[in-house]
């Protein structure tokens, strides 16, 4: 009895998922870009891709601990000096978008910030 409650239970379930919204897909167009980090800026500053392309982020630090943060793409890595840390995701929306420094490194700390146009 309890594993037909159970497999009811698990196709319920299954089904709820077959019916979510689907993810933009991808457009399979990806976009590369080596970002640095240093007290206190990214360079580049503006990330420009088209919606669904797939963004491949070469990103490190010339200069002191930062990090990098994408709060719309749930993205937050810390950089650390010798080290390249790569960000991929799928811009799967249209607008500009703040990426910021996310590691405290100093007075210029909260002005540490980028823009990611997504057309
Ligand atoms: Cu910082």
Redesign the pocket.
């Given at each position: 009895m309890f594993a037909w409650v159970l497999i009811l239970l698990v196709a319920v379930l299954l089904a709820g998922c077959s019916t979510k919204e689907p993810t933009p897909a991808s457009t399979g167009v990806v976009k590369e870009f080596t970002l640095t980090a240093k007290n206190?800026e990214f360079s580049p500053s503006t990330i420009r891709v088209n919606q669904g392309d797939t963004v491949v982020i070469h990103a490190r630090t010339i200069e002191g601990i930062?990090?990098l943060m994408f709060p719309d793409f749930n993205i937050n890595k810390r950089l650390d000096p010798g080290e390249e840390v790569t960000i991929t995701f799928v811009a799967d929306k249209k607008g500009t978008f703040s990426f910021a420094?996310?590691?405290?490194?100093?007075h210029g700390?909260t002005t540490?910030k980028g823009t990611l146009i997504i057309d």
């Open positions: 206190w930062h990090g420094c996310s590691v405290y490194c100093g700390h540490m």
